[in-house]
């Protein structure tokens, strides 16, 4: 089954520096890939997602790249603001078969300091 | 996604009790996911369901758990005889097609004592 490694667990930048968070997954059938972000306490909510046919996606200050080859999808985040800080889920899925789920991968807690 | 409807949002059992969480999905949405988060960790699968169907449900334990999405009313996810083990965080999601992005429900917190 799909396996998804997610780096790094912890992440701490200032206040308008960038963040980066890498993913990797292993069946190469995925073709789904949303990020979500989670603040303590409160229910996932989705902020970008991507298909396997395109390489790119951006909106405003968060930009989601897909790598088929390698096996690999990384969030990034620029201009980085407190509001930003939580706990940001990445997970792939195959859509088109008979499953539906979502295999997330362990999470990154992001905190940016002011 | 503040469509997908939980409750309880808080539920505290003792050992050996059952527990009944339930899910609302959106509007329009006939497929419902649920999924177990351990403090600390990501979300797990456990089953995934259309109306009156289970369509998959290899991620949830054989024994103790069962789950159903009737024509009419809310999703159901059933643990039996509850252990301290089984205190997590429910969450649903649903989705209005297959493979289509699923948005999240707030959480039911199971407490076992």
């Known amino acids: 089954g799909e396996n998804v490694e997610q780096h790094p667990s912890t992440l701490s930048v200032q206040e308008g520096d960038s963040a980066v968070i890498k993913c990797t997954y292993s069946?190469?059938?995925?073709?789904?890939f949303p990020w979500y972000k989670q603040e303590l306490g409160k229910r996932p909510q989705l902020i970008i997602d991507?298909?396997?046919?395109?390489g790119e996606k951006k909106d405003q200050r968060i930009a989601v790249t897909l790598n088929k080859t390698a096996k690999h999808f990384s969030l990034h985040i620029t201009e980085t603001q407190p509001e930003d800080s939580a706990v940001y889920f990445c997970?792939?899925?195959?859509?088109?078969?008979?499953?539906?789920?979502?295999?997330f991968g362990k999470g990154t807690k992001l905190s940016v300091k002011p | 996604n503040a469509g997908v409807m939980q409750n309880p949002r808080h539920l505290v059992r003792r050992r050996g009790q059952e527990a009944r969480l339930r899910c609302s999905p959106m509007?329009?949405?006939?497929?419902v996911y649920w999924y177990r988060q351990l403090p600390e960790e990501g979300l797990k699968f456990m089953v995934y369901?259309?109306?009156?169907?289970?369509?998959?449900e290899s991620g949830m334990p054989k024994e103790r758990f069962s789950a159903e999405f009737p024509k009419e009313g809310p999703s159901i996810l059933r643990i039996q005889q509850v252990v301290r083990g089984d205190s997590a965080a429910y969450f649903c999601?649903?989705?209005?097609?297959?493979?289509?992005?699923?948005?999240f429900g707030p959480g039911t917190r199971l407490t076992v004592l």
């Open positions: 509007k329009g949405h006939s497929h």
């Open positions: 999601a649903s989705s209005h097609h297959r493979g289509d992005t699923q948005y």
């Open positions: 991507i298909r396997s046919n395109v």
């Open positions: 369901l259309q109306k009156e169907n289970i369509i998959d």
């Open positions: 997970a792939a899925s195959y859509y088109g078969g008979s499953q539906g789920n979502l295999i």
């Open positions: 069946d190469s059938a995925s073709n789904y």
